[in-house]
């Protein structure tokens, strides 16, 4: 169930993160069982939070909560089998037939939030699982129909949670570590067994997608028989602690791993062997009906992806509008506004060299704006946070498949920092007017100051996360950045911010443009690098992860928009009592939520605001 780096955002993914077995389809329509509430709500939403880290485990560790009383999770992996999604399948159905015997009345705003969280995280999760592949994120981003691909499975997943989140302090880590790892072979497994059965009612990948996967996993594959990062991140921290750690996960290893991972990589080629190229759900078996539910999983609305398609295009002309006389003003005059903005990313001026000293210069110029925009966050919020956070490269075993950055917040406890992991396998898919507002979106205020806050409330909103909620707020920041004055005097940076906006616009067109109107991955990739203005190296693995993600890129212009509405309506609501700070705290304090929750949240932060 993992799909994690050291970020809190990364975490909610591993979270029920995994496919129904085909044993399991229509599992979500079935009468749930009566279930009589506790007389605590917020004890309910408490054990909840614990029976979904029981099963993914990865995500206590990624938290920092994985002591005390639940220190045997540290030596625990997620169980990716059929039957380890018939045991979320099972703790969904009760927990939501819990919640629902709860009469909300008498209990305070926070606490119905939640339990309005939990109904609509559970519920949406259920009907994912009521379909016969794939894998559901239980408040997550990350649902995709292809158990193993290019940026899905535990290939990826589990040599990164390990070096990266799972904690070597002593002797008991690094037992913990070893015991991860001799269960990584059975997680591999598990999810083979999904993965062939999904093959074999032809709910195949594209075979452009799996050409991808199949040349990472020999990366992970040689990597293990060599005894390569897997081993050497644990031998690298237990230089101080005496031991033979480095025999014995070499053991394990080039061992069983390496023969777990020899199986799945057959079955990819097998399944290469009968893949076509149709880059869309439409063409995999109820492939429409898998869309609409990613499509609102992601969006949390119940949009259809030709209203989603529309709207991007309309979204993306009035942003284009804007970007028009900046150009204009810094000479570019001919051609469009993808073109003109093509003629400024070719710009030698603000590339960098594609070699380790352009790598630091990049990291470097992402460090420098979040400390520029540290000094702004009192403009924009009463409620502060600390920001804890740490800029690094993504594992170059999986920059082939992965996205421009991600990130998000660390543990609880503030012991594992926040990060922004970079790809920068190549340094073309990053610009200088491009990197500053993907630092605010990724970094501070977005991701990473955005999961501090969920940090502060009970446990079940930490887990619960919302792609809507997630990306638009990471947008909105992007936002903000501009509002701030961050780009002041800097034209070609307020550029990159609106092409940044724009871009996102753009993958409402091209996701449903895929998934819903049978766009070929060639079309989609020229649509998008012509109409935007971005080069083909970033757009070419975003059409490939709208592929491989369905609805998810739709969430985030989604997203930004609501909030952006909502703010529209309480500065209309409020007149001169509307302060910035209030609104975005209200924003940010009450936690990731659907968008319609959201509204909710707006409307009790008006009702609250004193008029002058």
Same mark, same amino acid.
């Given at each position: 169930?993992?799909?994690?780096?050291?970020?809190?955002?990364?975490?909610?993914?591993?979270?029920?993160?995994?496919?129904?077995?085909?044993?399991?389809?229509?599992?979500?329509?079935?009468?749930?069982?009566?279930?009589?509430?506790?007389?605590?709500?917020?004890?309910?939403?408490?054990?909840?939070?614990?029976?979904?880290?029981?099963?993914?485990?990865?995500?206590?560790?990624?938290?920092?909560?994985?002591?005390?009383?639940?220190?045997?999770?540290?030596?625990?992996?997620?169980?990716?089998?059929?039957?380890?999604?018939?045991?979320?399948?099972?703790?969904?159905?009760?927990?939501?037939?819990?919640?629902?015997?709860?009469?909300?009345?008498?209990?305070?705003?926070?606490?119905?939030?939640?339990?309005?969280?939990?109904?609509?995280?559970?519920?949406?999760?259920?009907?994912?699982?009521?379909?016969?592949?794939?894998?559901?994120?239980?408040?997550?981003?990350?649902?995709?129909?292809?158990?193993?691909?290019?940026?899905?499975?535990?290939?990826?997943?589990?040599?990164?949670?390990?070096?990266?989140?799972?904690?070597?302090?002593?002797?008991?880590?690094?037992?913990?570590?070893?015991?991860?790892?001799?269960?990584?072979?059975?997680?591999?497994? $598990? @999810?083979? %067994? #999904?993965? /062939?059965?999904?093959?074999?009612? !032809?709910?195949? =990948?594209?075979?452009?997608?799996?050409?991808? +996967?199949?040349?990472?996993?020999?990366?992970?594959?040689?990597?293990?028989?060599?005894?390569?990062?897997?081993?050497?991140?644990?031998?690298?921290?237990?230089?101080?602690?005496? $031991? @033979?750690? %480095? #025999?014995? /996960?070499?053991?394990?290893?080039? !061992?069983?791993? =390496?023969?777990?991972?020899?199986?799945?990589? +057959?079955?990819?080629?097998?399944?290469?062997?009968?893949?076509?190229?149709?880059?869309?759900?439409?063409?995999?078996?109820?492939?429409?009906?898998?869309?609409?539910?990613?499509?609102?999983?992601?969006?949390?609305?119940?949009?259809?992806?030709?209203?989603?398609?529309?709207?991007?295009?309309?979204?993306?002309?009035?942003?284009?509008?804007?970007?028009?006389?900046?150009?204009?003003?810094?000479?570019?005059?001919?051609?469009?506004?993808?073109?003109?903005?093509?003629?400024?990313?070719?710009?030698?001026?603000?590339?960098?060299?594609?070699?380790?000293?352009?790598?630091?210069?990049?990291?470097?110029?992402?460090?420098?704006?979040?400390?520029?925009?540290?000094?702004?966050?009192?403009?924009?919020?009463?409620?502060?946070?600390?920001?804890?956070?740490?800029?690094?490269?993504?594992?170059?075993?999986?920059?082939?498949?992965?996205?421009?950055?991600?990130?998000?917040?660390?543990?609880?406890?503030?012991?594992?920092?926040?990060?922004?992991?970079?790809?920068?396998?190549?340094?073309?898919?990053?610009?200088?007017?491009?990197?500053?507002?993907?630092?605010?979106?990724?970094?501070?205020?977005?991701?990473?100051?955005?999961?501090?806050?969920?940090?502060?409330?009970?446990?079940?909103?930490?887990?619960?996360?919302?792609?809507?909620?997630?990306?638009?707020?990471?947008?909105?920041?992007?936002?903000?950045?501009?509002?701030?004055?961050?780009?002041?005097?800097?034209?070609?940076?307020?550029?990159?911010?609106?092409?940044?906006?724009?871009?996102?616009?753009?993958?409402?067109?091209?996701?449903?443009?895929?998934?819903?109107?049978?766009?070929?991955?060639?079309?989609?990739?020229?649509?998008?690098?012509?109409?935007?203005?971005?080069?083909?190296?970033?757009?070419?693995?975003?059409?490939?992860?709208?592929?491989?993600?369905?609805?998810?890129?739709?969430?985030?212009?989604?997203?930004?928009?609501?909030?952006?509405?909502?703010?529209?309506?309480?500065?209309?609501?409020?007149?001169?009592?509307?302060?910035?700070?209030?609104?975005?705290?209200?924003?940010?304090?009450?936690?990731?939520?659907?968008?319609?929750?959201?509204?909710?949240?707006?409307?009790?932060?008006?009702?609250?605001?004193?008029?002058?």
């Amino acid at each position: 169930m993992t799909s994690i780096s050291l970020t809190r955002r990364k975490a909610l993914s591993l979270i029920g993160t995994g496919s129904a077995a085909l044993a399991l389809h229509g599992c979500a329509g079935a009468r749930l069982a009566a279930a009589p509430p506790p007389a605590d709500a917020a004890a309910l939403l408490d054990t909840l939070a614990w029976d979904l880290l029981r099963l993914s485990p990865e995500g206590a560790t990624s938290l920092g909560i994985d002591t005390g009383a639940h220190a045997d999770l540290r030596s625990l992996l997620g169980d990716r089998s059929p039957s380890g999604q018939s045991a979320i399948v099972a703790l969904l159905r009760k927990g939501l037939a819990q919640v629902q015997g709860i009469d909300p009345s008498a209990l305070d705003h926070a606490t119905r939030t939640s339990l309005a969280v939990v109904k609509s995280a559970f519920g949406v999760a259920l009907d994912g699982f009521a379909l016969p592949y794939g894998d559901v994120a239980v408040g997550g981003w990350r649902n995709t129909p292809y158990v193993v691909i290019q940026n899905v499975g535990a290939y990826l997943d589990t040599p990164r949670f390990l070096d990266g989140d799972h904690p070597v302090r002593d002797a008991a880590d690094a037992e913990a570590y070893l015991a991860r790892l001799a269960a990584m072979p059975s997680q591999l497994d $598990g @999810e083979l %067994e #999904r993965l /062939a059965s999904a093959g074999r009612i !032809g709910a195949i =990948a594209p075979s452009f997608l799996l050409d991808k +996967a199949i040349r990472q996993m020999e990366h992970t594959l040689a990597d293990a028989r060599a005894g390569g990062d897997i081993v050497q991140s644990l031998v690298r921290r237990t230089a101080t602690i005496p $031991g @033979e750690w %480095e #025999r014995r /996960a070499k053991s394990i290893a080039t !061992g069983p791993v =390496a023969a777990a991972l020899e199986r799945q990589l +057959a079955e990819l080629k097998a399944q290469r062997a009968r893949a076509s190229d149709a880059a869309g759900l439409w063409a995999r078996p109820r492939g429409d009906e898998w869309y609409a539910w990613g499509l609102r999983a992601s969006t949390t609305t119940r949009h259809t992806p030709d209203e989603v398609h529309r709207m991007g295009l309309e979204q993306l002309a009035e942003l284009q509008g804007r970007m028009d006389p900046i150009l204009r003003g810094l000479g570019y005059t001919s051609g469009t506004v993808g073109e003109r903005m093509t003629a400024l990313g070719n710009d030698p001026r603000f590339a960098f060299s594609n070699d380790d000293k352009g790598r630091a210069e990049i990291i470097a110029l992402m460090q420098d704006k979040i400390a520029a925009m540290r000094t702004k966050l009192p403009q924009a919020f009463h409620t502060l946070v600390k920001g804890n956070l740490e800029i690094r490269r993504l594992p170059p075993a999986e920059e082939a498949g992965a996205p421009g950055a991600y990130g998000g917040a660390g543990s609880i406890d503030g012991t594992i920092p926040g990060k922004i992991w970079l790809n920068l396998g190549d340094t073309g898919r990053h610009s200088r007017f491009s990197l500053p507002t993907l630092a605010f979106h990724e970094g501070i205020p977005g991701h990473v100051w955005q999961g501090e806050y969920a940090n502060r409330l009970p446990l079940i909103r930490t887990l619960l996360a919302f792609n809507a909620y997630s990306e638009g707020w990471a947008l909105y920041s992007e936002t903000l950045g501009d509002e701030l004055g961050i780009y002041a005097d800097d034209p070609v940076g307020q550029l990159g911010y609106l092409q940044s906006i724009a871009f996102r616009a753009c993958r409402m067109v091209v996701d449903t443009g895929l998934h819903a109107k049978r766009w070929t991955r060639e079309q989609a990739v020229q649509w998008f690098a012509t109409t935007n203005g971005s080069s083909l190296a970033d757009v070419a693995p975003e059409v490939d992860r709208y592929c491989s993600w369905p609805g998810q890129a739709c969430g985030y212009k989604m997203g930004h928009g609501e909030i952006l509405a909502q703010r529209t309506r309480a500065q209309k609501a409020l007149g001169s009592a509307y302060d910035l700070r209030d609104f975005n705290d209200a924003v940010i304090t009450g936690g990731n939520v659907p968008l319609d929750v959201l509204a909710i949240n707006v409307d009790r932060y008006i009702a609250a605001t004193p008029r002058g």
